[in-house]
């Protein structure tokens, strides 16, 4: 069964929508599995799945101003620069006409030229993550550009104390105690089971009191049993109530986000439709409180 290519009740124009949803195809530097090319196709057949109505937000899709503009023109190839040059400029298009940009990726690099967007436009905000992987080595596989330094990468776009990331369980000894020297602020996976996932959240809300956030979701931070088809699954994972719970408490400040590292052929679907519903429900939030 084949539906349409756009993502299911995003049925405005660019002109008349408040929320932009754009997919960046990108799988250049994945370092485990590739596949993350296909995920803003799959997630886009998974949304036809559902209905406008969402219980939990109690929002009908069909009334927020939603457009989805299709995929990104980022060419092919392991240079980065093009893709970086394609998403930057749109995110900057998109900004300028105070939009909101929710961008389905690809891997998590395509984060990178999102936030510099932002950060170009002079925006007083800050980053929150989920993600199993703490990604703040410098290179890796002698690439800087590789997913597993976006971390670091941000880092050196807004500093180190503005970026948050929760759900971590994976980095090398060197990551860990470098980010922790710098002040980054992560919570791992095993405390946020123990602790519960509202007083993590209540962690990252207080270091970072009222300032606007830019959400940007790996869904490798869902336990693998949850979300199999991602490229670098990672045990021990936060289960996808919890991510609504972060989504829920974040909402309210966010100022755009992302969803990356969903690998569809790793799977027979499952983690496509997760993430479909998951970018129903941040919308459905994200719209209530900026509508
Ligand atoms: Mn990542
Ligand atoms: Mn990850």
Redesign the pocket.
């Known amino acids: 069964m084949r539906f349409p290519n756009y993502f299911a009740d995003a049925e405005k124009g660019f002109k008349d929508s408040k929320y932009v949803l754009f997919g960046v195809p990108y799988d250049e530097t994945g370092s485990f599995r590739r596949g993350t090319k296909k995920a803003p196709h799959e997630i886009r057949q998974a949304s036809w799945n559902f209905e406008p109505y969402d219980l939990l937000t109690g929002v009908d899709l069909r009334d927020v101003r939603l457009h989805d503009y299709g995929d990104l023109e980022i060419g092919a190839g392991d240079d980065p620069s093009r893709m970086k040059k394609e998403v930057k400029g749109f995110v900057h298009r998109i900004l300028d006409n105070k939009k909101v940009p929710i961008a389905i990726g690809g891997e998590?690099t395509i984060t990178v030229p999102i936030v510099g967007a932002f950060a170009e436009a002079e925006e007083d905000f800050v980053v929150v993550a989920l993600?199993?992987?703490l990604?703040f080595k410098d290179v890796y596989e002698n690439n800087p550009e590789s997913?597993?330094c976006v971390i670091r990468r941000l880092s050196e776009i807004l500093g180190v104390e503005n970026i948050a990331i929760l759900g971590v369980r994976?980095g090398t000894r060197e990551e860990f105690k470098e980010g922790e020297k710098s002040g980054l602020l992560y919570v791992n996976s095993f405390e946020m089971k123990q602790n519960g996932v509202k007083w993590a959240v209540k962690r990252v809300l207080q270091r970072f009191s009222g300032r606007k956030i830019y959400l940007t979701l790996?869904?490798?931070?869902i336990d693998p049993a949850y979300a199999p088809g991602?490229?670098?699954p990672?045990p021990f994972g936060i289960s996808q109530f919890d991510v609504l719970e972060c989504i829920k408490a974040f909402a309210s400040h966010a100022v755009g986000m992302d969803i990356?590292?969903v690998c569809p052929p790793y799977d027979k679907g499952e983690t496509s439709l997760l993430a479909a519903k998951i970018i129903r429900f941040a919308i459905g939030e994200l719209w209530k409180h900026n509508p």
């Open positions: 998590h993600d199993a992987h990604d997913h597993a994976s790996d869904v490798d931070v991602v490229s670098t990672e990356v590292e």
